[in-house]
């Protein structure tokens, strides 16, 4: 590898901007990566969760090994397959004829979206690590190992089956009938296991093509919404993409760059067509796009050696194409470094601890406990017996308040709850149905409570209840 010791360099570089981005970042961007968690936690002693739909199953899968050891080793993977990323980045940057590898690596490094996501235990995490190696090895000629990497995809992420479908297209095109259908092994493996073990048909989110399904929790986009995404600096970061439009002019000089890129943008026109139509109960998240991260380094960094390129001279005009070269891979380190923000843990994590410690001084930790925030699955004790726990669909809210019993317990919480129409006013209300055993303040505002089901008069009483 040309430059080699300059791609190791970049990459232990970023390996240390990405730990130090890891140690004043202990909270999560959302909520779904406790819950990607949990899932790849317990499915240890409930297998059935390893088919969640929620969960995704090569995300859990993925995270399975390390996730019982807690949430710093599942962080520790993803760190992991990050920085190994990094590397394929600059294998497949050789692959697709740059000279100066090293750049594609520093633009990946670069961009908020990678150093921001890349410890934590997020479904974007496999499909980083798999697109890459998928593309690496198709590049390489290895056709065959690059189908599983490919058919993994959408076990990861739903949307990235474009991207599947596309290179069984491409490689039925070339008449590699066995490869194309080496593409169908890892989906159709994950229907039957799931239909002979536990009767569920994993294909069933595929199928739902109603528009305006997520219109209640996540709204539609506009045609737009991504590309504004894209370049927003918490996400590709402005100078990147400039550098990656650049680059342009570098990539349309082989057909092999031309389909490398139009096979991972395809996942952009898929994202913005589902959001555009509210389509999947898609979130809209710029995040989603975040494993096309390596491509754009790639583009970005042959943006920058056109540049140079053309400034080889060093004189007169071509001074200035080296110029602006550098200067913009200064100020893509500038943007990067002016865009990591600290995260602090969600407080409701210390909110959700609060009750778990009342119900262990309250003897309450042998009840049913319903809840709707993912938090509660992380602070409370893993042997307490969740009622979500039985359910295997992947919605924390499955259990609904009419179909509980007499003893179970309701922690209720200001943003999921809320969100159900499950309102505090109304349980305080409801006295004959629900008493409050503890409510957390911020200020006067009620932000976790807990509530059990009475049913009728009585009344639960406890020596050691504190009055909330």
Known sequence: ?????????????????????????????????????????????????????????????????LAPLGLVWARFLAFAAASLTSLLTARIALGLGMRRAWLAVL????????????????????????????IHLALKGYDEWASICFGILPLARHEYAVISALWFCHEMIRNKKFAAGITCVPIATTCIAAWMLYGVFTLAPFLNLEAGVGD????????????????????????????????????????????VMALVGSVFVVNTVIYRWGLFQSGGYGIFLMPIAPFIAIAAGMGVEWLWNRGKEG????????FAGSLGLWLSV???????????????????????????????????????NPWAHY????????????????????????????????????????????????????????????????????????FLRVGGPMRFQHPSLCEP
């Open 107 to 134: 633009m990946l490094e670069c961009q908020p979206w990678f150093f921001n996501h890349s410890h934590e235990v997020i479904t974007q995490i496999p499909v980083l690590l798999f697109l890459a190696l998928a």
């Open 379 to 450: 602070v409370l004790p893993m042997d307490t017996p969740h009622a979500n726990r039985i359910w295997f669909k992947g919605l924390w809210w499955a259990i609904p308040l009419s179909e509980t019993r007499q003893g179970d317990l309701f922690l209720w919480d200001e943003k999921y709850a809320e969100m159900l129409d499950e309102s505090y006013d109304e349980l305080i209300q409801s006295e004959e149905e629900w008493q409050l055993l503890r409510v957390v303040l911020e200020g006067k505002t009620p932000k976790v409570a807990l």
């Open 1 to 65: 590898m040309k430059d080699g010791w300059a791609v190791v360099l970049v990459i232990f570089a970023g390996m240390a901007w990405r730990a130090y981005a890891w140690t004043i970042q202990p909270g999560v961007t959302l909520d779904d990566e406790i819950g990607h968690f949990i899932i790849a936690r317990d499915a240890w002693k409930f297998p059935q969760f390893i088919f969640s739909h929620w969960g995704r199953t090569a995300c859990t899968l993925f995270f399975m090994p």
């Open 334 to 372: 500038f943007v990067a470094w002016i865009s990591l923000k600290p995260r602090p843990l969600d407080p409701v994590a210390e909110e959700m601890r609060q009750i778990g410690i009342f119900m262990e001084q309250c003897g309450l930790r042998d009840k049913r406990v319903i809840c709707r």
């Open 315 to 322: 004189v007169g005009w071509d001074s200035i194409y080296r």
């Open 216 to 259: 209640r929790w996540y709204g539609r986009g506009t045609w737009t919404h991504f590309l504004v995404m894209v370049v927003d600096r918490n996400h590709a970061g402005y100078m990147v993409i400039l550098l990656a439009c650049v680059g342009v002019a570098e990539i349309a000089k082989t057909l092999s760059r031309i389909s």
